[in-house]
């Protein structure tokens, strides 16, 4: 069973890594950084300056130690987890984060896609870092990578105004023969 999220009361406590019990409970961490960046305010943009609809370097690093957190460091990223990364990607309509944001959702959403698919993945803390390339791991052609998981992020990059270059690129050599269904893969390459 799962610890419950910190009350009302206590809502940073929910993002401190330590609070992170299992993946459920990372992916409700995460859409509380969404909502700091939908409103511009709450317990993720407290004693600094953060505006409605912006995602900085800041709200990156709250996802990053929410999706490192030493309870879930060894085990995939969930669906729940890569959903919230899309919305928080969405809510976002201006950044200031050099880019580290894409280069993050993108690890996530191969990381988790990879393991639905039954093929290896390095720990998350590996695979999530900046350092580390995604080419370095993530399967690199459609061999063995569950359509469906691949209809699904398809559907979640659908109709977004902002093109994750990288997220975009893998998804396409991932596709390969399965292109000639682009009403499927239509991810506006």
């Given at each position: ?83 919230a990364l899309f919305e928080i990607d969405g809510?976002?309509?201006?950044r200031n984060d050099s880019g580290r944001f ?63 270059r990288t997220l975009t690129a893998l998804v ?18």
């Amino acid at each position: 069973m799962s610890a419950p999220l910190a009350t009302s009361a206590e809502p940073t406590a929910a993002l401190e890594p330590s609070k992170i019990s299992c993946r459920e409970t990372a992916a409700r961490a995460l859409t509380i950084v969404r909502d700091g960046v939908i409103t511009g305010e709450g317990p993720t943009t407290k004693g600094r300056v953060h505006f409605s609809r912006e995602l900085d370097a800041d709200d990156v690093r709250w996802c990053e130690r929410i999706l490192t957190a030493s309870a879930v460091a060894d085990q995939p990223v969930s669906r729940a987890e890569a959903e919230a990364l899309f919305e928080i990607d969405g809510a976002a309509t201006e950044r200031n984060d050099s880019g580290r944001f894409d280069d993050l959702i993108a690890k996530a959403v191969v990381h988790h896609a990879a393991s639905v698919s039954g093929l290896p993945v390095p720990p998350r803390t590996v695979a999530l870092a900046p350092e580390t390339a995604i080419e370095s791991w993530a399967p690199v052609r459609s061999a063995g990578v569950d359509v469906e998981v691949l209809e699904w992020i398809a559907g979640q990059m659908r109709g977004t105004r902002r093109r994750n270059r990288t997220l975009t690129a893998l998804v396409a050599s991932l596709v390969g023969a399965f292109v000639q269904a682009p009403n499927v893969f239509d991810i506006g390459m």
